[in-house]
């Protein structure tokens, strides 16, 4: 058996030191995104009583895939490169009911200040030939480190619950075949991810019907502390009253 390449004790550390640091700015980017999130989640939930998002989750793309990717990709394996050519290091996806929360959480999210679209790809509006559908943006937020900042690029994927379903199946389809399917099941996918588009858009069509009914009885936009000075009174004297008063 040929040796072993030699590694020092030492030389490990420092790696798995300059490993936890690289990753660090990736592991905050999508703490803050995440927290994005659940903010528009529950903010949007109290202003329209329902929530457009099903679920969030996230990951942290491993040594092993980054490697790995760089390598498909016939680039050079090195930090800097690694940094600007490999855009989904830290991965969020979120899940939403129907289809036009997708774009509404979209633009909640790039209308904030501190979020920077660099890419966007649509594969909604132009799905992928073998029926793959997801909208895809690549956007740069900035982590305030200790001494200085930085802008890590985080992959965000929104999609519908049907549409993360079929993404799935497909997604293990092809790593158990490795691109060579059968021919039947492909064309059981490709009519399945049709089920998929018409689903979602007759979902859609009953969702915004009964949008239409609540939209009608919008309450009166009401501050909680602008109350009528007998209501505020009456209010206070309820709080002030202990239980033995009853
Ligand atoms: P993984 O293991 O999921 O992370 P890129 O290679 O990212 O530089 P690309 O391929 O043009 O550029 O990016 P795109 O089209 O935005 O796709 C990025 C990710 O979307 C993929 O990441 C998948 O997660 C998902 N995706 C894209 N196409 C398909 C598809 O046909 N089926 C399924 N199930 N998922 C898809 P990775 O890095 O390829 O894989």
């Not at 790039?110 to 793959?132: A, C, F, R, T, W």
Request: overall charge negative; aromatic content about 8%.
């Amino acid at each position: 058996m040929a040796d072993q390449p030699y590694i020092e004790l030492s030389e490990l550390r420092d790696v798995q030191m300059k490993m936890t640091r690289f990753f660090m700015a990736y592991r905050f980017v999508l703490e803050e995104m995440v927290t994005k999130i659940d903010i528009l989640q529950e903010e949007f939930e109290v202003a329209h009583d329902y929530s457009p998002i099903e679920h969030t989750k996230s990951r942290l793309k491993s040594p092993e895939s980054i490697i790995k990717k760089v390598r498909r990709k016939n680039l050079p394996v090195k930090t800097a490169v690694i940094r600007e050519e490999i855009r989904d290091i830290a991965g969020i996806r979120i899940t939403c009911s129907f289809r036009s929360d997708i774009y509404e959480i979209r633009n909640m999210l790039l209308s904030q200040q501190d979020i920077e679209l660099v890419d966007e790809k649509d594969y909604i509006e132009k799905p992928k030939p073998n029926g793959y559908q997801s909208l895809h943006m690549i956007v740069r937020v900035p982590v305030f480190m200790s001494d200085h900042v930085e802008y890590p690029y985080v992959e965000v994927q929104i999609r519908t619950i049907a549409m993360d379903f079929w993404a799935s199946l497909e997604h293990k389809i092809y790593y158990k075949y490795e691109e060579e399917a059968p021919k039947e099941l492909i064309a059981e996918l490709t009519s399945a991810a049709e089920a998929v588009d018409a689903l979602d858009k007759k979902m859609e069509r009953i969702h915004q019907e009964l949008h239409k009914k609540d939209r009608s009885v919008q309450p009166a936009e009401e501050e909680p502390f602008d109350l009528p000075e007998e209501t505020l009174e009456r209010l206070l004297s309820m709080a002030r009253r202990k239980p033995s008063d009853e």
